[in-house]
């Protein structure tokens, strides 16, 4: 593989909270189209390297490279710009605002303003371009609703598109069908595999929902006590002894 395609690389990040080292040397490589499953019982520290690799949490130790480029000194939002987008796991929308209004907000950031740019031309395109990002995730139907009024896996839909908005080129899902209805679900992978697809993205994907995890992940990487603890192809890690024993009273699917 040459280096070229490698997206975005986590070489030995330690994040501690006083005395406690929740991540400890992980390192991770995220080639172009790739998507990455991070897995791993609650708490083994998934959602802190999420952090670690937005730029949300402080890393004690260890570099974040994006594109072969050393972003660990830049703050989320600079790394937000530079394409590293990311979902939480749980949803961060404006309710009051509209469906359309809330996507319209993240094209505008990406976007940058200032006063000229309420000029209709500018905000016809941007408008045009929320639009489209509303039918990419087929909440067309939902345009002028208050976004606090979508179902939960409409939110976390529209999170999406606000984080395509953005122009990501890695993006990192924290547990995109958490608190969804069973009905939901199927919505949001046809979402993600569709995403996918495109081969424009590097993923990193958080899920607990092992059928999930199996039908999206080019590759698993298993994260135990802040630890790598295994990686590879899904079949792989499936039957791996480790794996197994490290989610024995540890893997539980609440938020499913
Ligand atoms: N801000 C913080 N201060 C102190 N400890 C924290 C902080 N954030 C996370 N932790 C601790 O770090 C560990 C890893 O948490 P993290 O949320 O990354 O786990 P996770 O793998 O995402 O778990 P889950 O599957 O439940 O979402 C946990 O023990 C948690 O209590
Ligand atoms: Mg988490």
């Known amino acids: 593989m040459s280096s070229e395609s490698v997206a975005l690389q986590a070489e030995n990040i330690s994040v501690s909270y006083g005395p406690v080292h929740v991540l400890k040397h992980v390192s991770l490589r995220l080639m172009v ?4 499953s991070l897995i791993g019982p609650n708490g083994a520290g998934k959602t802190t390297l999420m952090g670690a690799l937005s730029g949300g949490v402080p890393v004690t130790g260890g570099r974040v490279l994006l594109n072969g480029q ?15 987008g990311r979902s939480f796991q749980t949803t961060h929308l404006f309710p009051t605002l509209t469906t359309l209004e809330n996507v319209y907000l993240a094209v505008q950031a990406r976007e940058g303003t200032n006063a000229w740019d309420y000029l209709r031309r500018v905000r016809k395109r941007l408008l045009d371009e929320a639009e489209s990002r509303l039918e990419q995730v087929q909440l067309t139907a939902h345009r002028d609703k208050p976004s606090g009024t979508l179902s939960h896996g409409d939110k976390r839909k529209l999170e999406v598109a606000m984080l395509l908005a953005l122009k990501p080129n890695v993006l990192l ?6 608190g969804m209805a069973v009905s939901e679900v199927p919505g949001m992978l046809q979402l993600i595999d569709a995403l996918k697809a ?3 993205y590097a993923m990193v994907l958080v899920e607990h929902k092992m059928d999930v995890v199996m039908q999206l992940s080019d590759r698993i990487v298993v994260l135990h006590q802040g630890q790598v603890l295994a990686e590879g192809e899904p079949d792989e890690m499936m039957h791996n002894a480790d794996v197994a024993q490290a989610y024995l009273g540890g893997r539980h699917e609440t938020r499913a």
């Open 173 to 178: 899902l924290d547990e995109p069908t958490a």
């Open 70 to 84: 050393d972003v660990t000194a830049w703050r989320a939002e600079k790394r937000a710009r530079a394409g590293i």
């Open 33 to 36: 189209g790739e998507c990455v």
């Open 198 to 200: 495109q081969r424009a």
